[in-house]
């Protein structure tokens, strides 16, 4: 009788015993299906992006009350628990932080103004003080001729004032802008409430209003705790900053202290630039370039100890926010809406962490030990 080849006996068996048939693990493939999707996918982002772009001046003001409305929900609920009404306790807190955020801007504004109508004069004064670096540069000239460049460094120029008006249109909002963020913002506070129940009742299955309930109340709370953190830190950024001009003897203290707080809002680029305001000004007021380093250096010094210890020690405790992640959203956030947009760049990672991490739970297999 001729034994088939599937019914061959395994050695060590009892008789009769067939073969197991083997199965061999294929490499994963990408069907059409999956393609069609990650395209549709990449499509549909890059659309997002363009009409976040051109529709900058809808939906900046809306995003941005709607975050900041997100902040400051818990100083409403609080006022709402003391009996207050919450549109009242909306308009109030309204009021309240634009009445802080307008006491920052009149001390930064009173030197600027100040200083603005001496620029010709700052100028000539910043390009004399830049006289020592003449040498350095024209030894690199030197350097590059020798290795066969084409060209050497340009000649060290003071930029012209025509500068300033393109920025200071690109930093305001517009008079419509701004009425859109305020009433979009008092609107959102008032009736949060009423819209955190419309957006949980939007689903019929009880899974699912739970996840929603559980995302909004971290979303709240992640970000309120952030607000309330921050700007703990930078106005301690700003005293210090404030008392550190006035040790060194640099002109209004208390404006520069109150850039410094303000610019920390923005990451990495609000620090860097402060620096560079605190170099312009130091050899502007101080007849030394030593003299006129000492402020920008002990604010140098007083940015790293916050960046890398103070800050993470507070914040890296509830939000664990990866470098590189927040270099990223303040780059595209800062391209896409300009300085709000950098302002606007760590809470928006925040919510994409938080949406993750309930809507795209780890299940993955862990990888073998080396």
Same mark, same amino acid.
């Given at each position: 009788?001729?034994?088939l080849?599937?019914?061959?006996?395994?050695?060590? /068996?009892?008789?009769?015993?067939?073969?197991?048939?083997?199965?061999?693990?294929?490499?994963?493939?990408?069907?059409?299906?999956?393609?069609?999707?990650?395209?549709?996918a990449?499509?549909?982002?890059?659309?997002?992006?363009?009409?976040?772009?051109?529709?900058?001046?809808?939906?900046?003001?809306?995003?941005?009350?709607?975050?900041?409305? &997100?902040m400051?929900?818990?100083?409403?609920?609080?006022?709402?628990?003391?009996?207050?009404?919450?549109?009242?306790?909306?308009?109030?807190?309204?009021?309240?932080?634009?009445?802080?955020?307008?006491?920052?801007?009149?001390?930064?504004?009173?030197?600027?103004?100040?200083?603005? @109508?001496r620029?010709?004069?700052?100028?000539?004064?910043?390009?004399?003080?830049?006289h020592?670096?003449?040498?350095?540069?024209?030894?690199?000239?030197?350097?590059?001729?020798?290795?066969?460049?084409?060209?050497?460094l340009?000649?060290?120029?003071?930029?012209?004032?025509?500068?300033?008006?393109? @920025?200071?249109?690109?930093?305001?909002?517009?008079?419509?802008?701004?009425?859109?963020?305020?009433?979009?913002?008092?609107?959102?506070?008032?009736?949060?409430?009423?819209?955190?129940?419309?957006?949980?009742? &939007?689903?019929?299955?009880?899974?699912?209003?739970?996840?929603?309930?559980?995302?909004? /109340?971290?979303?709240?709370?992640?970000?309120?705790?952030?607000?309330? &953190?921050?700007?703990?830190?930078?106005?301690?950024?700003?005293?210090?900053?404030?008392?550190?001009?006035?040790? @060194?003897?640099?002109?209004?203290?208390?404006?520069?202290?109150?850039?410094?707080?303000?610019?920390?809002?923005?990451p990495?680029?609000?620090?860097?630039?402060?620096?560079?305001v605190?170099?312009?000004?130091?050899?502007?007021a101080?007849?030394?370039?030593?003299?006129?380093?000492?402020?920008?250096?002990?604010?140098?010094?007083?940015?790293?100890?916050?960046?890398?210890?103070?800050?993470?020690?507070?914040?890296?405790?509830?939000?664990?926010? /990866?470098?590189?992640?927040?270099?990223?959203?303040?780059?595209?956030? @800062?391209?896409?809406?300009?300085?709000?947009?950098?302002?606007?760049?760590?809470?928006?990672?925040?919510?994409?962490?938080?949406?993750?991490?309930?809507?795209?739970?780890?299940?993955?297999?862990?990888?073998?030990?080396?």
């Amino acid at each position: 009788m001729r034994v088939l080849p599937s019914e061959r006996l395994i050695s060590g /068996n009892s008789e009769g015993d067939p073969l197991p048939e083997s199965h061999v693990e294929l490499p994963p493939v990408i069907r059409r299906t999956e393609f069609v999707a990650f395209a549709l996918a990449g499509l549909l982002l890059i659309a997002i992006v363009a009409v976040l772009y051109v529709g900058r001046a809808f939906f900046l003001p809306v995003v941005m009350a709607f975050v900041i409305g &997100t902040m400051l929900s818990p100083a409403a609920t609080f006022l709402e628990r003391s009996k207050v009404p919450r549109s009242v306790g909306a308009v109030l807190i309204v009021v309240a932080v634009s009445a802080v955020v307008a006491f920052a801007v009149a001390l930064i504004a009173s030197p600027v103004m100040a200083w603005s @109508t001496r620029l010709p004069e700052l100028g000539a004064q910043l390009k004399d003080k830049l006289h020592v670096f003449d040498r350095p540069l024209a030894l690199w000239r030197e350097l590059q001729a020798m290795l066969g460049g084409s060209e050497g460094l340009p000649s060290l120029h003071m930029p012209k004032i025509e500068w300033v008006q393109p @920025t200071l249109e690109f930093l305001s909002p517009t008079f419509t802008e701004f009425l859109l963020f305020f009433v979009t913002l008092i609107l959102f506070i008032a009736s949060w409430r009423d819209l955190r129940r419309a957006m949980i009742m &939007t689903f019929s299955n009880h899974d699912a209003r739970l996840r929603t309930l559980r995302i909004l /109340n971290e979303i709240e709370v992640h970000l309120g705790n952030y607000l309330l &953190t921050v700007t703990l830190i930078n106005v301690g950024v700003g005293v210090a900053t404030g008392l550190i001009c006035a040790l @060194t003897g640099m002109p209004n203290p208390a404006g520069l202290g109150a850039l410094a707080a303000t610019l920390n809002f923005i990451p990495i680029i609000g620090p860097v630039a402060m620096f560079v305001v605190l170099v312009v000004v130091g050899l502007i007021a101080f007849p030394t370039l030593g003299g006129g380093l000492m402020a920008a250096l002990a604010f140098g010094g007083l940015t790293f100890l916050e960046g890398h210890f103070i800050t993470p020690t507070i914040i890296g405790r509830r939000l664990a926010l /990866n470098a590189l992640a927040v270099l990223l959203a303040l780059a595209f956030w @800062t391209w896409l809406w300009g300085p709000m947009g950098a302002f606007l760049s760590s809470p928006l990672l925040i919510v994409a962490l938080i949406l993750k991490d309930h809507l795209l739970p780890e299940n993955s297999p862990q990888l073998p030990q080396a």
